[in-house]
């Protein structure tokens, strides 16, 4: 957790801002340093380790939010560059596709946190939130939508500080905060 989360909240923090028009829409790509340095390579890291340590569950979620990250990565590159030979007519669709398929598994996510604290629970429905909201906007072409999908990533992303540190605490002798009961027993 302690890799995992500040890899995660990083790219989040980044992928909000350029949502929100920190950046101009034209410069779409100006997250993706962070995005792939940062977030895919350091939460495959986390994953990798996670395993090592035998904590399975921990590194199958970091592993698929690798996925995430690195795919959302080479999509933007390969839109941008035509790198896909789609042409521009079929690039809304494309990003509809990327993130229908992701709001599935971020969905599955978001079920299987129901046994652990609420807060677990609150940061994937947040991230399906924010997937549902991108996607509309990217659909409807709508800036103020996709804008509001970018508040709710980094709302998301706080939620992420939250947990790491709970992290933080418990890994260097202090109390857990309180991340709330779990929704199902």
Do not use: C, K
Request: negative net charge; without cysteine.
């Amino acid at each position: 957790m302690m890799v995992g989360l500040p890899s995660f909240i990083v790219g989040s923090v980044a992928l909000g801002l350029v949502l929100i028009g920190y950046v101009p829409a034209t410069a779409v790509g100006a997250s993706l340093a962070v995005i792939i340095a940062a977030t895919g390579l350091g939460l495959l890291i986390a994953a990798v380790w996670a395993a090592a340590v035998g904590q399975s569950a921990v590194a199958g979620v970091f592993a698929i939010f690798s996925g995430f990250w690195l795919s959302y990565a080479l999509l933007v590159l390969g839109l941008t560059h035509n790198w896909f030979g789609i042409d521009a007519t079929a690039a809304v669709d494309t990003q509809g596709l990327f993130l229908i398929s992701w709001l599935v598994i971020v969905g599955m996510l978001t079920l299987a946190t129901l046994r652990l604290p609420v807060a677990y629970t609150l940061l994937f429905a947040l991230i399906e939130v924010a997937l549902v909201l991108v996607l509309v906007g990217t659909l409807q072409g709508s800036a103020g939508i996709l804008q509001v999908g970018g508040y709710v990533v980094l709302v998301f992303a706080a939620v992420g500080v939250y947990l790491f540190f709970n992290s933080a605490s418990t890994a260097t002798g202090g109390s857990a905060l309180p991340l709330g009961p779990p929704i199902m027993h």
